[in-house]
T-cell receptor, first 115, second 109 residues
Framework: GAGVSQSPSNKVTEKGKDVELRCDPI?????LYWYRQSLGQGLEFLIY????????KSGLPSDRFSAERTGGSVSTLTIQRTQQEDSAVYLC?????????????FGPGTRLTVL | RKEVEQDPGPFNVPEGATVAFNCTYS??????FFWYRQDCRKEPKLLMS???SGNEDGRFTAQLNRASQYISLLTRDSKLSDSATYLC??????????FGKGTSLLVTP
């Protein structure tokens, strides 16, 4: 079946611009995560959605970052007024219910470069 | 201090070698543990879960020591295709998965 998909695969933007990154989780997966991974670094948790519950936003690094999940499926991560330190690979993952007990399936990521 | 710590490596080993990856976690309330594998410029993929009693999957053996808050992954008879970064993961009672920075493995002919 189809895995997690993300778009765009690459995004180059200028400092100060806003960007939107999209994630389509695996059908039927109620849990959705956003992470980012900078060069040579581990995965940094950003935000978590579980069903209709309020999202866990504890990992968002600043108020320039926000995310939505519409209809319990597709999610969009928005970064406003991008900075050079936002350059990273943004990974989306989904799982059945609680990811702490279930395998997370990752998308291929969006590579963001802020000039 | 990061919640999950790993030796970054790189580990350079010849084919056929046995390699041990080690990991420590700081949150004693962590409930679930995993090893993920990440190939260069690819997304992470689950390698195996880690159970308290220890578990084996082919050439891979995972161990968990809750008292020491220590997780290990043993890879026997290394193959060239095992070259990747191995990520240790500890899951807290909430919803967050904490990933280590990963240990890089290069298996050479």
């Amino acid at each position: 079946g189809a895995g997690v998909s993300q778009s765009p695969s690459n995004k180059v933007t200028e400092k100060g611009k806003d960007v939107e990154l999209r994630c389509d989780p695996i059908s039927g997966h109620t849990a959705l995560y956003w992470y980012r991974q900078s060069l040579g670094q581990g995965l940094e948790f950003l935000i978590y959605f579980q069903g209709n519950s309020a999202p866990d936003k504890s990992g968002l690094p600043s108020d320039r970052f926000s995310a939505e999940r519409t209809g319990g499926s597709v999610s969009t991560l928005t970064i406003q007024r991008t900075q050079q330190e936002d350059s990273a690979v943004y990974l989306c993952a989904s799982s059945l219910e609680r990811a702490s007990y279930n395998e997370q399936f990752f998308g291929p990521g969006t590579r963001l470069t802020v000039l | 201090r990061k919640e999950v710590e790993q030796d970054p490596g790189p580990f350079n080993v010849p084919e056929g070698a046995t390699v041990a990856f080690n990991c420590t976690y700081s949150n004693s309330a962590s409930q679930s543990f995993f090893w993920y594998r990440q190939d260069c410029r690819k997304e992470p993929k689950l390698l195996m879960s880690v159970y308290s009693s220890g578990n084996e999957d082919g050439r891979f053996t995972a161990q968990l020591n809750r008292a020491s808050q220590y997780i290990s992954l043993l890879t026997r008879d290394s193959k060239l295709s095992d070259s990747a970064t191995y990520l240790c993961v500890a899951a807290n009672p909430g919803y967050a998965l904490n990933f280590g920075k990963g240990t890089s493995l290069l298996v050479t002919p």
